[in-house]
Structure formats: C-alpha cells, structure tokens
DNA sequence: GAAAAAATCACCCGAAAGTATGAGCCAAAA
DNA sequence: TTTTGGCTCATACTTTCGGGTGATTTTTTC
C-alpha cells in the first residue's frame, strides 16, 4: 500500500515536471521557428493530442488493473488408505486451517468434548467453539462429525 | 464484443467532435478577451490540463478488464474399501442391537442429525433420541460420536 | 391368547454444541 | 510504523443432544 502510494506521488511529480518542460520548451520554440510558420489551431491540436496521450498513460499507470477472475474447477481424485498415517499438509495450507485449529480438529477427531478439549490445551471452552467454527466453516461443514469425515476424506486425520 | 467495439467507436467519434469543439472555442475566445488577458504559459497549461483528464477518462472508459484465470482444485473420494462392507452381524447380535437401532446407527455414521434422521425414516425425533440412546447404552458410550468408533471397531460400520 | 420384545411418541430438563458479534493482545509482514 | 492474521475470550442466543420417565401400539414368541 505504502509503496503504492509512493510511486503514484513519484508519478505525479514527474508529471509536473514534464509539463512545466513541456510548456518551457513551447515557448522557446514559439519565439524561434514554430509559431510563426504554423496556424493556431494546428498548434493546439499538437498539445491536445500530445497531453491527451499523457494523459492516458498517466490513467494506465495510476489505475489499478481492472481485473475480471474466472474460476475453474479442477476435480482431483484421492484415494484414502489410513495406513501408515501422515497429515495432507497440502490440504491443511489450501483450506487455510492453522495451527491451534489443527490441534482442535485431532482432539475432536478422538471423541472429545469441547471441554475436554478446553482443558487439554488449558484455554476456555469459547475459545474452542470459535476454533471449531471456523474449522468447520473451512471444511464446508455443520457437524463435527461431519468435519471428521471431511478430515479423514482429506487425510488430515487417520 | 460487437457492442464493446461500437461503443469504443462512439467514444472515438465523440472524442473527436469535442477536440473540434473545444479548438473552435479556444479561437473565437483568441479573438475575443482570453488570449489577450493572459500569459501564453497559462493558455497552454490550461489545455494541457484539460485533455490530460480527457486522456485519462478515455483511458479508463476504453481499457479492456484483464482476464485472470483461477484454477481451484476440487477434491473428489474414491472409496476402495467400504465398496463390498458387510456389518458383523455376530456382534449386532451379541449386543441385541435391533434392526431399527441399527438402521438408525448407520444414518448416525454418516452425520446426520436426530432431525434429519427422523425425516429419513418418517418418524418423529423422539423415537430417535430412543434409539440412540438405548443404542448409546448397548455400546456403553456416551456421545455419537464415540459410538460411531466403536462401531466402527466392531465391524458394524464402513 | 398372553407375555415379551420392539417400535413409536410425548414431555421435561439440563448439558453440550453451534452461531453471531465484538474486542483485546501480539507477532509477523508490508 | 501501520496493518494483518492468528489466538484468545466473552456474552447472548438458538439448536441439538442425551437422560429420564411413561405411555400406546405392533410384532414376535411361547
């Protein structure tokens, strides 16, 4: 954001200078060949279309890109076999679930209440419903029976 | 896409008519006070100044959005072992577990809720909270969800 | 046909789970 | 330095679960 904003005042500054160039440069030239050899309305047609195009440029710089997102569905299909059991960790990073959610997530995967929960990791049962519903929210889930499902699909649990 | 090229002809054409307008503006107000009035820089500064918002407005009316494509992989299970599942039904037994009570078992092994089981079976959610809790008190469990372990453990569910 | 077992349903109550919202703290990133 | 994201907690409210009790109706079994 910072650097954002730093550039666009950048931006703006050189387009300051370059105008007060531009018009030094045009006078100059108005006293010497240019003026006297051209008819008015030729000569504001010029600085119109050349400020014009900076102005343009200007606006593709400035702008920020319009962006129009198309989303595709890629199926990918997983196969589960709880052997020798390790966490998807790829599934754990792209459904964005953290760490202390995680810890959760196995706790209820073991049967556990949330009050047991609570006390095995030594914080208030409130602080576990916030965990558990975000969790099941990330896992398009209502129940934690169905985030245990979910999960085991996933290999996030045994 | 025919009507985003027409419309960028418009633009063009109006653009172009407003350019006209403005320099015949600028020249009758020449022979008039404007010119007369003030420095050569300020009339260039002020001209600059306007069709560099023209540009910029064209810019952005004209600039076509950038197209980003997303790609979401979308998971899909394969079951391998629950394919051919049969419960042991020795076990069922042995626990005196009745059809009904092992319909509503199953139902409680794909998470549903005591509501929803009772619209499966078109039976009000009393008669499954019966259920389930005589099924709780068969498997000597206290919450479903270790009920669902268990029978799991036992070969009565996938 | 009578007894036993299974299935159905109701009502009450308290506990557990889940939702919604807001707020404070802190470390990492921009 | 400011912002962001994760973690924590609280409060209030709704829904779901599970226990307990009791009752009626089927179905099975002797």
Redesign the interface.
Known sequence: MTSRKSRQIKLVVLYGIA?AL??FI??WF?YRFLIMDHS??VY??A??????????????KL?K?????????????????PKNFTPDKD?LL?LGISKREWEVLQLIGQ?F?NQEIANQLFVSINTIKTHSSSLFEKLE?K????A??KAK??RLLP
């Open positions: 105008l531009l018009a045009l006078h108005e008015f309305e504001i047609g600085i119109a279309l050349l400020f014009t195009g900076l102005g343009i440029w200007l606006a593709i702008s890109p319009k962006v129009e997102k198309i989303i595709l569905e890629k199926k990918v299909f997983i196969q589960t076999s599934n792209s049967g209440s889930v129940r934690r029976i169905q245990i499902e699909n996933l």
